[in-house]
């Protein structure tokens, strides 16, 4: 069995541990923008995971054929990395009663286009994403390839939407938007990080 240190090293090598939260991976040559590493929690990936043991929350709004893909692409983490992680669907989390309704150590898979808990927050996120498309501050991305993997901070409830827990997600533009994700590798070039990352 994988230690935590190897199971970091298996998820993302191109990346420190230390600035892992703020390195936001793309398939294409963009570079993070301030707004969006401002909006990063203090934590770390690594703080995250120590804390215990993820759920992964499953997209079921992309239609059957996107829906099984996300399953089995979190499933494959999951049963890699932290075998004794639950796998729920988007359905068993009521957004609308804030952090408490949330399972511990969220990690969402799939947009907002595909993961209704996502949907439901979109007002309220640090980015805005949805099938073919992702803007974070004013550059926008247009396409299917663009992936989004980032560390989303806690906040309370207010206009914009639900409160929630700080949550781990793992994003696409296309549909279902995460078989990619799981190569975070050099595929169609070198990742793009934060520029404070080592």
Known sequence: MLNYKEKHFSLNRAVSAR??????????????????????????PNDFFKRGTPTFIVGTAGGEQADRA??????MVRDLLFPGANLIEDSAVDVGKGPPAWPANP??????????????????????????????????????????????PS????????????FLLYAGTGTPGVAEINGVGNVGGDPILNPEAE
């Open 19 to 44: 600035n892992w939260i703020r390195s936001v991976l793309f398939s294409a040559g963009i570079t993070a923008t301030a707004s969006l590493a401002a909006q990063a929690p203090s934590s770390t």
């Open 107 to 152: 990690v969402l898979y799939g947009g907002p286009h595909v993961n209704h808990v996502l949907a439901k927050l979109v007002a309220s996120l640090p980015f805005r994403m949805e099938r073919g498309k992702m803007a974070l501050g004013d550059q926008v991305f247009a396409g299917d390839e663009y992936r989004l993997i980032t560390l989303v």
């Open 155 to 166: 906040r309370a409830a207010d206009k914009e939407g639900p409160g929630h827990p700080e």
């Open 70 to 75: 996300i399953r089995a692409q979190a499933g």
